[in-house]
């Protein structure tokens, strides 16, 4: 059983940053743990991914060079977003999957989700 709540979402201006938090409780350490995005009107997207075990790390093309995934060493994973756009205005979901060679795109492989977190970029 794993337990996702994320926290840090807001209102920024178009070039500014947030750090989005999912604190995760359970056993976390064979899941990786996912950020996926749902704007307005469109589907749910992965956006950024990490391996707990290993700390590797996925990326979705629309985010890369501007957001960063990591991880601390007790039970958080972070998103830092950097350079918003306007198009990055979502409901942001941490997921857990159990951790593979892959990460999973999708939302069927995801057995645990947090409630969301709202992210909105004015330009």
């Known amino acids: 059983q794993v337990q996702l709540e994320e926290s840090g979402g807001g209102l920024v201006q178009a070039g500014g940053s947030l750090r989005l938090s999912c604190l995760a409780s359970?056993?976390?350490?064979?899941?990786?743990i996912s950020w996926f995005r749902q704007a307005p009107g469109k589907g749910r997207e992965l956006a950024a991914a990490?391996?707990?075990?290993?700390?590797?790390t996925y990326y979705g093309d629309s985010v890369k060079g501007r957001f960063t995934i990591s991880r601390d060493n007790k039970d958080t994973v972070y998103l830092q977003m950097n350079n918003l756009k306007p198009d990055d205005t979502a409901v942001y979901y941490c997921?857990?999957?159990?951790?593979?060679?892959?990460?999973?795109?999708?939302?069927?492989?995801?057995?645990?989700w947090g409630q969301g977190t709202q992210v909105t970029v004015s330009s």
């Open positions: 990490i391996a707990w075990s290993d700390s590797r």
């Open positions: 359970g056993t976390v350490h064979s899941y990786s």
């Open positions: 997921a857990a999957t159990p951790t593979r060679s892959y990460f999973p795109l999708l939302l069927s492989e995801y057995h645990y």
